[in-house]
Every structure is written in C-alpha cells, then in structure tokens.
C-alpha cells in the first residue's frame, strides 16, 4: 500500500464556522478522505482518492501507517469516512 494521508473535509454550515461546541471538536468534521502523497513527495497530494480537491482539507492527526491492523480512519470516524475512499482504500490493499 502506498503512503495515505487522512484528510479532513470540514462543515462549513454558519452553525460549524462558529466553532464546535467545547469536547466536541469531531463535530466539525463533515466527511473523512482519504489522499496519495504527492510523487515523490511526503506531503499531501492535490486529490483525495475519491477525486475532491484537498486545498480546503484539514489534515488529520491519525496515521494508518502508525495503526497496522486498523482501518485508514480513526475509529471514531468510522460513521464520516468517505465510502469511495474507503472502496480505493480496500483496493489498494
């Protein structure tokens, strides 16, 4: 499998731009992606394997490479995760 970067899509709802209720920080989040690196490169490349741009994403703090048994999210996205991500994710295994 080649190197995955966990990406955030944010809401962007006028609720979600004032900010997420406190202890609820996940909450912002809308959808997780999942990106290549770009060649050559350790950094995110420009589209998540789904084909949405990543410019506006956030880059998550979870690391599939760090989780070797786990999915490519954290588990406690596993209702956000993207579903074509997801089917790229199961083919690239």
Do not use: N
């Not at 202890?23 to 490169?41: I, K």
């Not at 690391?63 to 995760?81: I, L, Q, T």
Request: glycine share 8%; aromatic share 6%.
């Amino acid at each position: 499998m080649r190197d995955v970067i966990v990406v955030y899509e944010l809401d962007k709802s006028p609720a979600a731009s004032s900010g997420p209720p406190e202890g609820e920080q996940a909450s912002a989040v809308r959808l997780v992606h999942a990106a290549p690196t770009a060649p050559g490169s350790a950094s995110l490349g420009p589209r998540t394997f789904c084909g949405k741009d990543t410019f506006a994403m956030r880059v998550a703090p979870w690391k599939p490479s760090e989780h070797p048994g786990s999915s490519w999210y954290a588990p406690e996205h596993a209702d956000r995760a993207c579903g074509a991500c997801d089917t790229a994710m199961e083919d690239e295994a």
